[in-house]
């Protein structure tokens, strides 16, 4: 009897057969894809995500466009919540910022447009009233506060064009009045109903609403977390947030890096530079600062006369070891100066140079007249020693700075009493009353360079600047001139013109331009500085920072990414 297969048990080994094949299919296909994958080219990106803890020197006290100045703390927050119409650039040009561009009309008439979509950080659209509104608050009868500034503007006449234009008339031409516009601008639809004594005394931390790249998230008594502002128009970073934390001086920063509270030092001081030059974790950055430290003379003390001639200033300039002084005494935080100009500034020109030359500075001293006639050791004429103080303020730095410089003169037989005092006595004690011989002052040199506040002749008395009572009618001619033409070109070569009288006669000695050096974690990537005309600006390029990474194809890999972490593989195969 034969016996043949049901049509069930037929279907069932067809089945196995199919399945069978499929399941040698599947194999294949995945030796092929893992064969495939293996060999796929992939590339680390920067990833979203983390925060920056940043340790900064003190508390803010305000958080207000208006009194940014009150601190190092208070200027690096505004610098990231407010805008301007403008903002200095490194070469302390003013660029545009909020104001798409303007135009000066007879020197005196400045037109901004303002560039459109740009936001508050609560949405709300920036327009013209916001700007008269902020300088308003400027030209206010009975503003008590801000001098500086009340004294500019309510000599301006305001007028809105338009809602996104404003026109801005001066008395006079005034070419430095685009630094003035740099000031971050106040949202009206927030603050219009507060008086404006009211608002010029005030921190706004309970709504500090401005146009920046960063936000304020949170407000603690020992932090502030800034995040990304979502009606920022800019770059949105990569890092979730900036988280300031604040302590009691720069001292204790370093401390806070090498406990691991913090991944970025506001300011490593001269003094922490060897110790943090070796370590392996941290990076340092370093630019010139928009300031430079200069001993200047009192030409009126009827107790130094000798300090008039200028060539017992020029014996003492070439007599300054100024490299040694930056070296020793500022562990090489320094620049030689050779200008009351900055080295980045548009207007900067280097006219005479004073080397450290002991010979030529003890042949000027003869040629006045100066010489050790008794053998003590220190130059006289007529029975008078040369001889005299020479001051600053009791910042551990400058204190050092002025025993060397002391010592740097004494080897010339000039005597000189070196005395360190507070800040304030320097100023109300000595430098105001005009009753020093001789100081160590640094000046700060922000936006544009007019040198008329601090050397113009009639800035020598009532409560101006010019310390120095320095008066020479060559150069205040170039100051006046100066700062009142808007042709690049031709105040450049006046200012050439003021650096090389300057130079000669020395109503001040140029020591150097100091280095800000900045210290950040080796965690953090991609952190760049370059040249800034303030260590606040060291957060512009903030977009770029990032923690962490991500492996993509590389056809996947966006064509901006900004450079992969030190060490980093940029391109492997994925295994």
Same mark, same amino acid.
């Given at each position: 009897?034969?016996?043949?297969?049901?049509?069930?048990?037929?279907?069932?080994?067809?089945?196995?057969?199919?399945?069978?094949?499929?399941?040698?299919?599947?194999?294949?296909?995945?030796?092929?894809?893992?064969?495939?994958?293996?060999?796929?080219?992939?590339?680390?990106?920067?990833?979203?995500?983390?925060?920056?803890?940043?340790?900064?020197?003190?508390?803010?006290?305000?958080?207000?466009?208006?009194?940014?100045?009150? *601190?190092?703390?208070?200027?690096?927050?505004?610098?990231?919540?407010?805008?301007?119409? @403008?903002?200095?650039?490194?070469? *302390?040009?003013?660029?545009?910022?909020?104001?798409?561009?303007?135009?000066?009309?007879?020197?005196?008439?400045?037109?901004?447009?303002?560039?459109?979509?740009?936001?508050?950080?609560?949405?709300?659209?920036?327009?013209?009233?916001?700007?008269?509104?902020?300088? *308003?608050?400027?030209?206010?009868?009975?503003?008590?506060?801000?001098?500086?500034?009340?004294?500019?503007?309510?000599?301006?006449?305001?007028?809105?064009?338009?809602?996104?234009?404003?026109?801005? @008339?001066?008395?006079?031409?005034?070419?430095?009045?685009?630094?003035?516009?740099?000031?971050?601008?106040?949202?009206?639809?927030?603050?219009?109903?507060?008086?404006?004594?009211?608002?010029?005394?005030?921190?706004?931390? =309970?709504?500090?609403?401005?146009?920046?790249?960063?936000?304020?998230?949170?407000?603690?008594?020992?932090?502030?977390?800034?995040?990304?502002?979502?009606?920022?128009?800019?770059?949105?970073?990569?890092?979730?947030?900036?988280?300031?934390?604040?302590?009691?001086?720069?001292?204790?920063?370093?401390?806070?890096?090498?406990?691991?509270?913090?991944?970025?030092?506001?300011?490593?001081?001269?003094?922490?530079?060897?110790?943090?030059?070796?370590?392996?974790?941290?990076?340092?950055?370093?630019?010139?600062?928009?300031?430079?430290?200069?001993?200047?003379?009192?030409?009126?003390?009827? #107790?130094?006369?000798?300090?008039?001639?200028?060539?017992?200033?020029?014996?003492?300039?070439?007599?300054?070891?100024?490299?040694?002084?930056?070296?020793?005494?500022?562990?090489?935080? *320094?620049?030689?100066?050779?200008?009351?100009?900055?080295?980045?500034?548009?207007?900067?020109?280097?006219?005479?140079?004073?080397?450290?030359?002991?010979?030529?500075?003890?042949?000027?001293?003869?040629?006045?007249?100066?010489?050790?006639?008794?053998?003590?050791?220190?130059?006289?004429?007529?029975?008078?020693?040369?001889?005299?103080?020479?001051?600053?303020? #009791?910042?551990?730095?400058?204190?050092?700075?002025?025993?060397?410089?002391?010592?740097?003169?004494?080897?010339?037989?000039?005597?000189?009493?070196?005395?360190?005092?507070?800040?304030? #006595?320097?100023?109300?004690?000595?430098?105001?009353?005009?009753?020093?011989?001789?100081?160590?002052?640094?000046?700060?040199?922000?936006?544009?360079?007019?040198?008329?506040?601090?050397?113009?002749? @009639?800035?020598?008395?009532?409560?101006?600047?010019?310390?120095?009572?320095?008066?020479?009618?060559?150069?205040?001619?170039?100051?006046?001139?100066?700062?009142?033409?808007?042709?690049? @070109?031709?105040?450049?070569?006046?200012?050439?013109?003021?650096?090389?009288?300057?130079?000669?006669?020395?109503?001040?000695?140029?020591?150097?331009?100091?280095?800000?050096?900045?210290?950040?974690?080796?965690?953090?990537?991609?952190?760049?500085?370059?040249?800034?005309?303030?260590?606040?600006?060291?957060?512009?390029?903030?977009?770029?920072?990032?923690?962490?990474?991500?492996?993509?194809?590389?056809?996947? =890999?966006?064509?901006?990414?900004?450079?992969?972490?030190?060490?980093?593989?940029?391109? #492997?195969?994925?295994?």
């Amino acid at each position: 009897m034969t016996f043949s297969a049901s049509p069930v048990e037929s279907i069932s080994k067809h089945m196995r057969w199919q399945i069978a094949l499929a399941l040698v299919g599947i194999l294949l296909l995945a030796t092929l894809l893992g064969y495939s994958t293996y060999n796929v080219a992939t590339v680390l990106i920067p990833d979203e995500g983390g925060v920056f803890r940043e340790g900064i020197a003190g508390n803010p006290q305000y958080l207000n466009p208006l009194l940014c100045n009150a *601190g190092d703390a208070d200027m690096d927050l505004c610098a990231l919540l407010y805008r301007g119409l @403008t903002r200095i650039d490194k070469h *302390g040009q003013a660029v545009p910022d909020l104001a798409a561009e303007w135009t000066v009309t007879n020197d005196t008439a400045y037109t901004f447009r303002l560039k459109p979509d740009q936001f508050w950080h609560d949405g709300t659209p920036i327009t013209a009233d916001d700007v008269l509104f902020t300088f *308003g608050i400027l030209q206010d009868p009975n503003l008590s506060t801000l001098p500086g500034l009340t004294g500019l503007w309510r000599s301006v006449i305001m007028e809105k064009v338009d809602d996104m234009t404003v026109r801005f @008339t001066l008395s006079e031409p005034f070419t430095p009045f685009l630094d003035y516009t740099a000031m971050g601008l106040l949202p009206a639809h927030i603050w219009r109903d507060v008086d404006a004594d009211t608002l010029t005394r005030s921190s706004l931390d =309970a709504m500090p609403i401005g146009s920046g790249p960063l936000r304020v998230e949170e407000i603690e008594a020992d932090h502030i977390l800034l995040t990304p502002s979502e009606f920022y128009p800019g770059k949105r970073p990569y890092l979730d947030g900036l988280d300031m934390r604040f302590y009691p001086d720069y001292a204790s920063l370093f401390t806070a890096f090498q406990n691991g509270e913090i991944d970025g030092v506001s300011h490593i001081l001269p003094a922490e530079i060897p110790a943090a030059s070796q370590r392996d974790d941290l990076q340092l950055f370093s630019t010139t600062e928009s300031s430079y430290l200069n001993v200047i003379f009192n030409l009126n003390n009827p #107790d130094a006369p000798f300090l008039q001639d200028d060539r017992v200033r020029q014996a003492l300039y070439y007599g300054l070891d100024r490299q040694r002084l930056i070296d020793e005494a500022a562990n090489g935080q *320094g620049l030689i100066a050779d200008s009351p100009f900055l080295p980045e500034n548009w207007a900067h020109h280097t006219a005479e140079t004073y080397a450290y030359d002991p010979a030529r500075a003890n042949q000027l001293l003869d040629e006045a007249g100066w010489v050790d006639s008794n053998g003590d050791g220190i130059r006289d004429q007529d029975g008078r020693p040369l001889a005299f103080r020479l001051h600053t303020n #009791d910042d551990g730095l400058r204190a050092g700075l002025i025993e060397q410089i002391a010592a740097d003169w004494g080897r010339l037989g000039v005597q000189v009493t070196a005395e360190a005092v507070s800040f304030n #006595d320097l100023i109300t004690d000595f430098l105001g009353p005009r009753s020093f011989d001789s100081a160590l002052v640094g000046w700060e040199q922000l936006g544009d360079p007019d040198p008329y506040p601090l050397w113009h002749s @009639t800035q020598a008395t009532g409560g101006g600047q010019n310390y120095s009572g320095w008066d020479n009618p060559e150069a205040d001619a170039i100051m006046e001139q100066a700062r009142a033409i808007i042709d690049e @070109t031709i105040r450049a070569q006046l200012y050439a013109r003021f650096q090389e009288i300057f130079m000669t006669e020395l109503p001040a000695l140029p020591l150097y331009y100091p280095v800000y050096t900045y210290g950040v974690s080796t965690d953090v990537y991609n952190v760049q500085i370059g040249a800034l005309n303030l260590a606040s600006e060291r957060f512009l390029t903030f977009s770029d920072w990032y923690k962490l990474t991500r492996r993509v194809p590389v056809n996947q =890999a966006p064509a901006d990414a900004p450079p992969l972490a030190p060490g980093a593989t940029p391109i #492997d195969a994925e295994e």
